[in-house]
């Protein structure tokens, strides 16, 4: 049973830092990709970075160069550095997962993945 849990959501002020974790258990981790996903309160969730089983990228670019998304096979943990945060960042995070990759991938989709976790609040003052 895939599992996902998302933790080092918080308050931040504007310019701030902070790094999500999301641990797996459940499946194959090394195989799968993996998305970092927000959604503020009325709005529609909305891809944030993808990362596939070889470790290509995809960022949405209200968060290029000041976000990254890596991941630990080794720890089955999905990382999401972010700097420079804005109040506009503001909304929970959640973390993605689906067994399949390719090109789609680039489309940041949630419809796109079939696993997710609880979510992580993320809050940034001015």
């Known amino acids: 049973q895939v599992h996902l849990v998302e933790s080092g959501g918080g308050s931040v002020q504007s310019g701030g830092s902070l790094r999500l974790s999301c641990l797996a258990s459940g499946f194959t981790f090394s195989r799968y990709s993996m998305g970092w996903f927000q959604q503020a309160p009325g709005k529609e969730r909305e891809g944030v970075a993808t990362i596939d089983s070889s470790g290509r990228t995809s960022y949405a670019d209200s968060v290029k160069g000041r976000f990254t998304i890596s991941r630990d096979n080794a720890k089955i943990t999905l990382y999401l550095q972010m700097n420079t945060l804005k109040p506009e960042d503001t909304a929970m995070y959640y973390c993605?997962?689906?067994?399949?990759?390719?090109?789609?991938?680039?489309?940041?989709?949630?419809?796109?993945?079939?696993?997710w976790g609880q979510g992580t609040q993320v809050t940034v003052s001015s």
């Open positions: 993605a997962a689906d067994s399949r990759s390719g090109w789609w991938l680039q489309r940041r989709r949630a419809a796109d993945f079939g696993y």
